[in-house]
């Protein structure tokens, strides 16, 4: 095949633009098909993003669709014709002489589907905004005619779909076996082949193994030296001793409630000093052990930690929306839902077979995107415990809801209960005949490794009785840097006594970089936890700077859990639907994007679990805008090229 050097590239473009483009500067992209560079500060704010040399790259991704659109009368008339369009383009994946790579043509196919889902009316009138009526005015060059600016979230979307629809993702682009056309290995036989097969997969470790080191867990040597450092100072600080240390009590007499100890102990950023002031002054739960300020680095120059202090420390952003809504936050800020799923106070139920109940409504700390924060009051809430009488009503409601066999101790952190009040709970809900498994939801190990004491351990071991009752504990680590030889510890005494260990991680930008959350499942595995579900992030406003777009957590699915061994991977990715319940995420048929709004989020219909079982109505779902998140990797030092197919995940 013959080569075009650069320069003849750029010219052949130039001359396939569509002639009334605008001619504007070229964008510095070293591949002639591609809409990212290298360079990072492309990503970087707003303002330095070259809107019009966007726009351009928009017609010029596909020009038929600019002619289509800029030659129709109307919007009815483009939608006809972008319909025609697709039908066409769908046919040519199908014809024989299409010599299109099979994958690319896949690509092409899910592209179309999704295209045709974007120009429906219906999916216009559900979402009251109209892609394509945006493409055909600025199509027309009728700016002045949009209701909404269009932004380069938007246009970048547009772009991979125009391109994806004529089967040029460029997805396998720059992936050397694929300029070789068939790989070699599948062209040979016996050792020679596997020989061959060889070398691709041990680039492919050696590259998941090079990510794996920018994220070091706990369990390593050097991050063990320097948490003893912390735990010193800490100690010295709060003026206590060893003894103490392995005294959870001690922790929870301790507990960080505002910035001065933390500003004495690690370094803070202005803006991380000031939202905590802001949080404790207006009333906002806060809270931190002295056993997880201990994971924090102390200066942040080592920048390990990030995960750790995200949450914890709330953002500016989340400290003035707590302020804003502080009247309504229990209706505004209950994503789930939870008021309109609770039959009787305490429980919670969205499922047939579990059920929750939430006796303690608080934690030993307070995470800054807990889903319950419209509920938990303050730190170690001394009310927290609810009243006997309301306990024992929530536990007599299994005795009329038979079919709950599954249940899931909840709230606030059960474990940070008393032992007493703990067994007293066991033995009540263990005596419900059709109670087969109780879950305990704790992140005690995580936050308070040494409540685990053998005392606990005792207790709860009088209630695992297999077959008949399966006690669980479901956890929540975040990232490997929190995995220490005290969480260690704390999960090997539940699995000595046979209890299952495992954990929901919640998919945030702090742990969603290339191979981040795989290495989390290593770290995991290693000692004794399964990882169980990986939550896309709850589409609360207070905590929209931890969201990741559900094409990450897709991407990270296909890209980097799959290339994991399946003991490793054990997770699901799932959606929670407000009061419905989770949507796994791999299911594509459960859910399907509907619309692209001009900030550039996705519009997505989540089906529920319910599905084909009984007909209850989808839910519409405003994802957060790629770009913006590609925005935040970027000024987070990533390289934006690496997650550059997370356009076509859809
Ligand atoms: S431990 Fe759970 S309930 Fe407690 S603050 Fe964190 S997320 Fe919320």
């Known amino acids: 095949m013959e080569t075009m050097t650069d320069s003849e590239k750029k010219k052949a473009a130039e001359k396939k633009s569509p002639s009334e483009a605008p001619k504007l500067k070229w964008l510095s992209t070293k591949l002639l098909d591609d809409v990212f560079t290298d360079e990072v500060s492309l990503f970087k704010p707003h303002f330095e993003v070259d809107y019009e040399g966007y726009i351009h790259r928009l017609w010029e991704s596909n020009p038929e ?7 129709s009368k109307d919007l009815e008339a483009a939608r006809d014709s972008m319909y025609n369009y697709l039908e066409k383009a769908e046919r040519k994946v199908f014809a024989i002489d299409n010599d299109l790579h099979i994958l690319e043509k896949s690509t092409v196919r899910e592209c179309i589907r999704v295209f045709r889902s974007i120009i429906g009316p219906i999916n216009e009138f559900r979402t009251e905004f109209s892609a394509l009526d945006s493409l055909w005015k600025l199509a027309q060059n009728k700016r002045d005619e ?10 970048l979307e547009f772009i991979n779909l125009f391109r994806g629809v004529t089967g040029k993702s460029n997805i396998y682009l720059e992936n050397a076996q694929v300029k070789k056309g068939i790989p070699e290995f599948l062209k040979m036989k016996g050792r020679e082949a596997a020989n061959a097969r060889m070398e691709i997969l041990d680039d492919l470790g050696s590259s998941v193994r090079k990510y794996f080191k920018k994220y070091p867990s706990g369990l390593e040597d050097e991050v063990i030296g320097w948490r003893k450092e912390n735990k010193s100072r800490i100690l010295r600080y709060f003026k206590g001793d060893e003894d103490n240390w392995n005294d959870y009590q001690w922790h929870l007499k301790n507990v960080i409630r505002n910035a001065a100890p933390l500003v004495d102990l690690i370094e803070l950023t202005t803006d991380q000093k000031e939202a905590v002031n802001n949080a404790v002054k207006n009333k906002i739960a806060f809270g931190i052990t002295p056993y997880y300020l201990s994971l924090m680095d102390r200066k942040l120059s080592i920048g390990y930690d990030h995960s750790v202090r995200a949450q914890v420390i709330p953002p500016k952003e989340y400290v003035d929306k707590m302020i804003e809504h502080k009247g309504d936050r229990d209706v505004t800020f209950d994503f789930m839902g939870e008021h309109d799923t609770s039959p009787i106070e305490l429980i919670t139920r969205r499922y047939p077979i579990v059920s929750i109940i939430k006796p303690f409504n608080t934690c030993a700390q307070i995470c800054v995107y807990c889903q319950r924060n419209w509920e938990i009051d303050s730190v170690l809430e001394p009310k927290a415990l609810a009243s006997s009488k309301k306990i024992e009503e929530a536990v007599s409601w299994f005795d009329k809801h038979k079919s709950v066999g599954d249940i899931l101790i909840t709230g606030g952190d059960p ?16 005596s419900k005949k059709q109670v087969y498994r109780i879950r305990i939801g704790s992140r005690t190990p995580v936050v308070l490794p040494m409540r685990i004491t053998d005392n606990l351990i005792k207790i709860i071991s009088r209630f695992h009785k297999p077959p008949k009752l399966e006690i669980a504990l479901v956890t929540h680590f975040e990232h490997s840097y929190e995995i220490t030889p005290e969480a260690m510890n704390a999960v090997q005494k539940f699995k000595k006594i046979g209890i299952s260990v495992y954990n929901q991680q919640v998919f945030t930008v702090e742990n969603s970089r290339r191979f981040e959350t795989a290495k989390l499942r290593i770290d995991l595995k290693s000692i004794g936890v399964d990882p169980y579900y990986t939550f896309n992030m709850k589409g609360k406003e207070e905590t929209k700077r931890y969201m990741v777009p559900i094409a990450r957590i897709l991407q990270e699915r296909k890209e980097e859990a799959r290339l994991l061994p399946g003991l490793d991977r ?26 692209i709004l001009p900030d550039g989020s996705r519009v997505y219909e989540f089906h529920p679990w319910e599905k084909n079982i009984s007909a209850i109505p989808p839910y519409n779902y405003v994802d957060v805008p790629i770009y913006d998140y590609l925005e935040e990797l970027a000024a987070r030092g990533e390289n934006i090229r690496d997650y550059r197919t997370i356009w076509f995940y859809y």
Do not use: C, W
């Open 570 to 595: 054990t997770d699901e990715p799932v959606f929670n639907v407000p009061k419905l319940g989770k949507n796994q995420l791999q299911a594509g048929q459960d859910h399907r994007l509907v619309m």
């Open 146 to 155: 949009l209701k909404d600016k269009i932004s380069v979230g938007f246009i």
């Open 65 to 71: 669709i600019y002619e289509i659109l800029k030659n």
């Open 415 to 430: 474990l940070i209960m008393k032992d007493n009040q703990v067994e007293r709970l066991l033995e009540a809900l263990a």
